[in-house]
C-alpha cells in the first residue's frame, strides 16, 4: 500500500494519548512501512516508489530530446521522460537506487550515474550530455524509508543511521551524539519549525550522558519526553526529516546545484524541482525569480553591475500540487509542489 512518510504534516491516526508517569521510557509508535502509516483503502502502484505529479511532469517533459533524472530512485520518472522520446541520464546518490533503476529500465535510452546531483563529478557528466530537461525529486524514496536498516523511520528499533549514499558520512546517531545544544536547537527550529527546540536539543544532551542514541526509539523517547504525551506521529515525522535533512546536508546540496545545473542547459532547455519541504521550495522560489529577473544588483546600486538580463522565465507561476485523487492514492504527493524553468533560448 501507499505510504505517507518523507514528513509531510498530519499523519493519521494521531498517537492515543498517553498519560504516562514522569521519567517513562515509551516505545517507538508502531509503523507499518517507512514509519509511516499506511492510508486504509489505498492501493499501490509501484513497489519501489509511486513517481509524483506524474501529468505535470510529463508535460513539462514534452518535446525534450536530452534529459537528465537527477534523483532517478526507482525510476519512476525517468520512464516517463523516456516516454517522451528524451536519451535519458539517470543520477541519484543511493548506488541501491541505481541498481534499482538498472532493473527496471535496462540500458535502452538511458545512461547512469551515481553520486549527489552537486557533486563535480556528477554536474561534470551532465554539462557533458547537454541535457534540454533537468528534473529533480527531492526528499526519499518510499523504498528508502522501507528498508528498516537504512533507519530513514521513526519505525521501533531502526538504527538512526538515515544517509542517502550509503556507508559515506557522518549518521543521524553521530549527529545527536556529538553536535552541541545550540546547533541542534538551531536545526529543529529551522527545519522543523519546532517551538521546543532548544528544550529538545537539552533532553538530547541529558539522555546521551547516560546512553549514546542508538535507535529510532531513543529519539522518538526525548521527543516525548520534551513535547510531551500528546505527541505523535506528526511531531516524529517532521523531527526525523529534519534530521535527515541535516545528516544530508540536502538544502546545502540543491542551493549549490541549481545554478550549475541551469547552466548545463542547452538554451531553450527546462529545469524542474519537486520539493516536500519548506526550506527546500525557498530555495528553488528564490533562484528561479532571481533566473528571471533582468537586474539581480542590490537595491539603491547607481549602476547595474550584473548579467543586465534575464536568463530565461519561469514556467509554473504558482507551484503546481498534486490533486486530492493523487493525494488519496498516494498520500506521500500531499506536501509536493513542481516548479519549473526555461532558460533563454539562443538569440
Ligand atoms: C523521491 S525519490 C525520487 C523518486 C523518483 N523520481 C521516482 O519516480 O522513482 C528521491 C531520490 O533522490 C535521491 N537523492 C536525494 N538527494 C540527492 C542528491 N543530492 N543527489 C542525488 N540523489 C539524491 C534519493 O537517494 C532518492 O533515491
Known amino acids: 500500500m501507499p505510504v505517507c512518510h518523507t514528513g509531510g504534516r498530519g499523519f493519521e491516526p494521531r498517537q492515543p494519548r498517553l498519560n504516562p508517569p514522569r521519567g517513562t521510557t515509551y516505545p517507538a509508535p508502531p509503523a507499518t512501512a517507512g514509519g509511516a502509516f499506511v492510508f486504509p483503502g489505498s492501493e499501490p502502484t509501484s513497489d519501489y516508489h509511486v513517481p509524483v505529479l506524474a501529468a505535470a511532469v510529463r508535460g513539462w517533459a514534452e518535446g525534450g530530446r536530452r534529459a537528465v533524472d537527477a534523483t532517478v530512485g526507482g525510476g519512476g520518472h525517468a520512464a516517463l521522460l523516456r516516454e517522451v522520446g528524451a536519451e535519458v541520464l539517470a543520477v541519484d546518490r543511493d548506488a541501491d537506487a541505481i541498481a534499482a533503476a538498472r532493473a527496471r529500465l535496462g540500458e535502452d535510452g538511458i545512461r547512469y550515474s551515481t553520486g549527489p546531483f552537486g557533486s563535480a563529478k556528477v554536474l561534470g557528466t551532465v554539462a557533458t550530455f547537454r541535457p534540454d530537461r533537468i528534473l529533480l525529486d527531492l526528499g526519499v524514496s518510499s523504498h528508502q524509508l522501507d528498508t528498516t536498516e537504512r533507519g530513514f523511520s521513526f519505525r521501533p528499533g531502526a538504527p538512526l543511521d538515515m544517509r542517502m549514499a550509503g556507508g559515506r558520512g557522518i549518521t543521524a546517531a553521530d549527529l545527536l551524539n556529538t553536535w552541541p545544544v545550540e546547533r541542534l536547537a538551531q536545526d529543529f527550529a529551522q527545519l522543523a519549525d519546532e517551538r521546543r527546540a532548544k528544550r529538545l536539543a537539552q533532553v538530547i544532551v541529558k539522555r546521551r550522558a547516560n546512553a549514546p542514541f542508538a535507535s529510532s526509539d531513543d529519539f522518538v523517547n526525548a521527543i516525548r519526553e520534551t513535547l510531551g504525551p500528546r505527541s505523535g506521529p506528526s511531531d516524529f515525522a ?61 537595491p539603491g546600486q547607481p549602476v547595474c553591475t550584473c548579467r543586465g538580463r534575464p536568463l530565461g522565465w519561469v514556467l509554473t507561476k504558482r507551484p503546481v500540487r498534486p490533486g486530492t485523487a493523487e493525494v488519496r492514492a498516494n498520500p506521500r504527493a500531499r506536501s509536493a509542489q513542481f516548479r519549473a524553468f526555461e532558460v533563454m533560448h539562443e538569440a
Open 238 to 298: 517532521r523531527l526525523f526529516q529534519a534530521l535527515r535533512i541535516v545528516v544530508n546536508q540536502e538544502l546545502e546540496q540543491l542551493d549549490l546545484a541549481l545554478p550549475a545545473l541551469r547552466a548545463a542547459l542547452v538554451p531553450g532547455g527546462r529545469i524542474a524541482v519537486i520539493t516536500y519541504h519548506s526550506g527546500e521550495d525557498r530555495i528553488v522560489k528564490n533562484a528561479f525569480r532571481d533566473w528571471g529577473k533582468a537586474c539581480v544588483c542590490p
